[in-house]
């Protein structure tokens, strides 16, 4: 079975501090996706990230950045310098191969208040 | 605009009744899913389809229906053997190149009066 843990329920900072949202998972398959989705005040849930199981590359974008470690089943997420615009929660997940259809299994979710 | 749309934004059902929340995409995309989110929880599977006429149960199915008869609607009927239904329905799609990501709609927010 598979299963995701965001061990920081909430997490406060203050603007122009940097933040790690950590993200331990499970699973047993040798081929899986792992993700993270930002949800904001509004309720959707805004795609951030996409990383494939064969690919450990550190990536960046912007302010963000995620480390990939298979070694120790992580997938973590930091905002560098944050805004109060990153106030939301945040969702790591991982994916289970289904046919043509990809079951999702979310963590709880670490909410995020970034203070001025 | 290319996306995900679910209607109404908010809901309210009383004891005994069946209520139908509605998700339509525009993207293309052969997948569907419906997900459940209660307070300070992440996302539980309901329902999801690989293709039009084809839908399988999730995690939490029970008091739940679904039916796929486009590939752009997967309508989510509530039905009064759902005891808890208080809670806020996610809809995604996902399709295409990137077939495993999935993208959500704006959400139904379901209250029982």
């Known amino acids: 079975a598979q299963k995701v843990t965001q061990a920081q329920t909430e997490i406060s900072v203050v603007e122009k501090e940097d933040v790690t949202l950590d993200c331990v998972y499970e699973?047993?398959?040798?081929?899986?996706?792992l993700f993270w989705y930002k949800q904001p005040p509004s309720g959707e849930l805004v795609f951030l990230i996409r990383?494939?199981?064969?690919?450990?590359q550190n990536e960046i974008s912007g302010r963000y950045s995620w480390n990939f470690q298979k070694s120790t089943s992580s997938f973590n997420f930091t905002i560098t310098a944050s805004q109060v615009v990153d106030s939301a929660v945040y969702f790591c997940?991982?994916?289970?191969?289904?046919?043509?259809?990809?079951?999702?299994?979310f963590g709880s979710g670490t909410q995020l208040t970034v203070l001025p | 605009d290319g996306g995900i749309t679910q209607s109404p934004k908010y809901l309210f059902r009383k004891e005994g009744q069946n209520v139908t929340l509605s998700c339509e995409q525009n993207l293309n995309h052969d997948a569907m899913y419906w997900y459940r989110q209660d307070p300070g929880q992440g996302l539980r599977l309901i329902y999801y389809?690989?293709?039009?006429?084809?839908?399988q149960k999730g995690d939490i199915a029970e008091g739940y229906s679904v039916s796929r008869e486009k590939k752009e609607s997967f309508p989510l009927t509530v039905t009064s053997a759902q005891k808890n239904p208080t809670a806020f329905y996610l809809c995604?799609?996902?399709?295409?190149?990137?077939?495993?990501?999935?993208?959500f709609g704006p959400g139904t927010r379901l209250l029982v009066l």
């Open positions: 990383r494939n199981s064969f690919d450990e």
């Open positions: 699973t047993r398959d040798t081929t899986y996706y």
């Open positions: 995604a799609s996902s399709g295409g190149q990137a077939r495993e990501t999935q993208y």
């Open positions: 997940a991982l994916s289970e191969p289904s046919g043509s259809a990809r079951q999702l299994t």
């Open positions: 389809s690989q293709i039009v006429n084809d839908f």
